[in-house]
């Protein structure tokens, strides 16, 4: 089937679902505008990718009418021009929109929760946690991605044994997804008196942030605690209870299991910011575990999430003695450990796009 004819019809949804999102009855109902906002979006992205192609292979058969039927050496050498250039991109061309035309992940448009856990190798393992924490920060910040810590818990000799943050942006989940699993080190600690390589890790999890109204919670039943942050410096540490710490009952809706779920949160000084963003932690949370299904069918990329830190569930390994890191699901190898670390990490994300999409590809033929 002609590509053009797979995205006949898609000129008048991308009408219909404009002239949706300007009715007050649909900006009403949230869950919907945002829905039909995201379709919205994912269809002009089709449609400027298709109307290129439309241009590029209009331009193309112009150029070899040209070349048949022109007399003028100089207008025939143009057209072969135009022809050796428009040629190669056509394929590449079509590859766009057939990736596009793949159903989207609902969850890629989403602002994250990260976390970032120290695994096996003791003190070696919080200090890799703490260089991971860099490495995406480093990240956001060449990215234009917001980040903000919700909590943490310190290294004994440095790094993090846990740190929690909020990331936001445009595309996050899409982007941020592939970083869920085990994350594996081998180098010489910091810690270590006779120069030998010690293999420790840390994990990531990356969890879609859910929107208010994804998720129901009754907070009359959310019990509340206030308490002393701690921290370096300023007048308020240990004085006033600005940090907070919630618990919940979540019923399990398959199983009808009850379990507390506990929070706490020390990011800001003030009170009611904590409780926001606490509040805001459990609706990720309860949305995580009722959409577990989801979470485990879409990819084994995403299974690994949950891991312990085992060194057996690694999806990289960073190599510092070669600089080296090699990302374990797809093969993928670089020698660039340094600037790897500093945040340069876009090469391998987009690896793991093009390897997922030719994936998706092949299932979609199939």
């Not at 439309?54 to 193309?60: D, G, S, T």
């Not at 006779?194 to 293999?199: L, N, P």
């Not at 910011?273 to 084994?300: G, V």
Request: proline share 3%.
């Amino acid at each position: 089937m002609d590509i053009l004819e797979k995205i006949e019809g898609l000129e008048a949804k991308f009408h219909e679902v404009s002239l949706f999102l300007t009715d007050p009855a649909v900006i009403a109902d949230q869950a919907r505008f945002v829905r039909l906002n995201r379709e919205y979006h994912d269809l002009e992205r089709v449609l400027s990718a298709a109307s290129r192609y439309k241009q590029a292979r209009l331009n193309l058969e112009e150029a070899k009418t040209i070349l048949h039927t022109e007399q003028d050496p100089e207008m025939r050498e143009m057209a072969r021009q135009e022809i050796d250039t428009l040629e190669p991109q056509m394929p590449q061309m079509e590859q766009e929109i057939k990736i596009l035309l793949l159903p989207q992940d609902p969850e890629d448009g989403k602002n994250v929760v990260m976390e970032i856990r120290g695994g096996t190798g003791g003190d070696e393992a919080a200090l890799f946690a703490g260089d991971l924490f860099r490495m995406y920060t480093k990240y956001f910040e060449m990215h234009g991605f917001k980040y903000s810590v919700s909590s943490f818990s310190e290294g004994a000799v440095g790094g993090y044994k846990e740190i929690i943050f909020n990331v936001s942006g445009e595309n996050v989940y899409g982007t941020l997804k592939y970083e869920s699993g085990v994350h594996r080190v081998q180098r010489v600690p910091a810690t270590e008196t006779q120069g030998r390589v010690h293999t420790s890790a840390a994990t990531v999890a990356v969890l879609p942030e859910a929107d208010e109204f994804e998720v129901h919670i009754n907070e009359g039943e959310i019990r509340w605690e206030t308490f002393r942050s701690g921290g370096a410096g300023g007048q308020n540490v240990n004085k006033v209870e600005s940090g907070v710490r919630l618990r919940y009952n979540w019923k399990n809706p398959n199983t009808g299991e009850v379990q507390e779920i506990l929070i706490e949160c020390t990011e800001t000084r003030d009170q009611p910011k904590n409780k926001e963003r606490a509040l805001s932690r459990l609706r990720t949370q309860i949305y995580d575990k009722e959409h577990q299904k989801y979470i485990d069918d879409i990819a084994a990329r995403r299974k690994t999430m949950v891991s312990t830190g085992d060194r057996s569930a690694k999806i990289r390994t960073y190599n510092y003695p070669q600089g080296r890191i090699t990302d374990h699901r797809i093969g993928y190898t670089v020698y660039n450990l340094a600037a790897f670390m500093d945040g340069d990490i876009q090469g391998v994300i987009d690896a793991l796009i093009v390897a997922e999409n030719a994936e998706r590809l092949k299932a979609e033929m199939l």
